[in-house]
């Protein structure tokens, strides 16, 4: 923003060879104007932090996501509430006269660990119940019953692709995408989900629905194969599926960990935010708040788990009970969302 009242030197000029139109052209296709019109969109409902700073994970240098989004989604007085709830969205702007290619559709897996709820002591809650001496564990998102909503059970692709140039052709880049949207937002959230991470001694809690967003100002097309060919299928919003090891002693590690990145095209992103993301966090942030004594302590009682299992969870959720009285024998069993042990 100019000050109409500092005057600008003689010498604060463009070069010999250099032209308005010629640097105007280059801001146009680089990213900043498409990250200022999602800023602009942002601010009227989030506070908005660009270039917002991270370690990476892997090599552990400094660098920033285009945008940090946190909207407040419930604040209820500390004698009311152990937690407060808020949206938060780590978003990527990519611009490109080409396309991004979306391949191999897949149903969403059954257990994603991206969307994630940060900030509390315990990434899970571990139940108990009265007709059996188990206890079964679960995340917050799954004992939430947050799963099964549809902006979760979203289906999505495992591949995306960005087209390049190559003479007259275009061939196909998944290096381009991997590293300039996929490993930076899953570094990003990494980092956030540390840094928001409570202190033992902590009483009351911010509890974060983290969500990370690729914002892209370029066409997004579904490849199919068929038997008939490859069919092409424009669409303004489709989740990516990125896979990776879980760390070594997890419970169900084997199967990894599965981080869902939402790629929005520019003019679908309002729509997205407002009648799909903000929607959703409503929905987490109510029963976060229902359910804020078990998220602060990380457990829960809810009566007949062994022979309902997770039948309308949530609703059965309460704060855990000091005696018990179980009336089948203990036992041991793993439940496709979580684990039931003696």
Known sequence: ????????????????????????????????????TVFELLESDFHVQQEWGFRDRITGEMRSCDLMAMKELDAPPAKASR?????????????????????SSTRSPWRLTLPQVTGLRQEEVKISTDDSLSTWTYSVMRA?????????????FSIMSKCARKGPKLELSGTDAYNGIVMPLASA????????????????????????????????IEAKTTSAGTELTFTPWCRLFRHEPEDPGTFMGHTGKTLAIDVVHKDFFREYLTEHLVPFGRT???????????????????????????????????????????????????????????
């Open 1 to 36: 923003m100019t000050d109409p009242e500092i005057r600008n030197p003689e010498s604060n000029r463009l070069k010999a060879g250099l032209t308005e139109e010629v640097l105007t052209d280059a801001i146009e296709k680089s990213g900043y104007p498409l990250q200022s």
């Open 83 to 103: 937690i407060r709830t808020s949206l938060t969205v780590l978003i990527e702007c990519k611009q490109s006269d080409l396309p991004y290619v979306f391949f």
């Open 144 to 156: 939430l019953e947050l799963s099964g909503e549809p902006f979760m059970s979203r289906d999505g």
């Open 189 to 220: 959230a990494n980092h956030f989900s540390a840094s928001s991470a409570p202190k033992d001694t902590f009483h009351w809690f911010e509890a974060h629905l983290l969500c990370v967003v690729a914002v892209l100002d370029a066409p997004m």
């Open 284 to 342: 987490f942030s109510e029963r976060a708040v229902r359910h804020h004594e078990v998220l602060a302590t990380g457990k829960a009682f809810a009566s007949g788990m062994n022979a309902n299992d997770s039948s309308r969870l949530c609703e059965r959720l309460q704060p855990p009970r000091l005696i018990r009285k179980p009336t089948s024998r203990r036992g041991s069993r793993r439940r496709e969302s979580g684990e039931s042990s003696g």
